[in-house]
T-cell receptor
Framework: DSGVTQTPKHLITATGQRVTLRCSPRSGDLSVYWYQQSLDQGLQFLIQYYNGEERAKGNILERFSAQQFPDLHSELNLSSLELGDSALYFC???????????FGPGTRLTVL | LAKTTQPISMDSYEGQEVNITCSHNNIATNDYITWYQQFPSQGPRFIIQGYKTKVTNEVASLFIPADRKSSTLSLPRVSLSDTAVYYCLVGGRHNTDKLIFGTGTRLQVFP
């Protein structure tokens, strides 16, 4: 158990819909990262937050947005969903710097 | 941005030493090299991190030559449970803009 929790574990929705994925980092970790992993693909970095502020952006679509709240949990919002958005979405957290990222169990999103 | 290249797959047998190499020709001065292990449908798990020369922990060793254009993850005496995908990650400890996962190497360990 990495200490990072993600909800829901599974999510099935239809094209055009909007969903919200939630992540709670390890206790004390200020950084939260979001990744997308499509079937049999590598990990694509989406975005990072540090103590409530956006720190870095990767290949995140404009239809996607995220935020980190004062209690440090984070949410990833995916809108106007397309079939190609079906993937595993991982959240990770870390303490100072990027020394070691602890990954959550992921949310499997299926868009029908 | 430092792009990484790894072999797509490797096979080994239980008890053997496995070496997985990652190429990162454009590594920046402040970039570190980190390796993660991922089992199917699970989040990646940190294995080891280094900057130069050699780093060893209880599960693996990481060898980085002087030019730092490549790195080698060494797994001593692998077991069936080491069957997983291994990712090489290059990035600065304080600069997430250069956070790049490699393509991953799928290691299959046979009995």
């Amino acid at each position: 158990d990495s200490g990072v929790t993600q909800t829901p574990k599974h999510l099935i929705t239809a094209t055009g819909q909007r969903v919200t994925l939630r992540c709670s980092p390890r206790s004390g970790d200020l950084s939260v990262y979001w990744y997308q992993q499509s079937l049999d693909q590598g990990l694509q970095f989406l975005i990072q937050y540090y103590n409530g502020e956006e720190r870095a952006k990767g290949n995140i679509l404009e239809r996607f947005s995220a935020q980190q709240f004062p209690d440090l949990h984070s949410e990833l919002n995916l809108s106007s969903l397309e079939l190609g958005d079906s993937a595993l979405y991982f959240c990770a957290s870390s303490g100072q710097g990027n020394n070691e990222q602890f990954f959550g169990p992921g949310t499997r999103l299926t868009v029908l | 941005l430092a792009k990484t290249t790894q072999p797509i797959s490797m096979d080994s047998y239980e008890g053997q030493e496995v070496n997985i190499t990652c190429s990162h020709n454009n590594i920046a001065t402040n970039d570190y090299i980190t390796w993660y292990q991922q089992f199917p449908s699970q989040g990646p798990r940190f294995i080891i991190q280094g900057y130069k020369t050699k780093v060893t922990n209880e599960v693996a060793s990481l060898f980085i030559p002087a030019d730092r254009k490549s790195s080698t993850l060494s797994l001593p005496r692998v077991s069936l449970s080491d069957t997983a995908v291994y990712y090489c990650l290059v990035g600065g400890r304080h600069n997430t803009d250069k956070l790049i996962f490699g393509t991953g190497t799928r290691l299959q360990v046979f009995p």
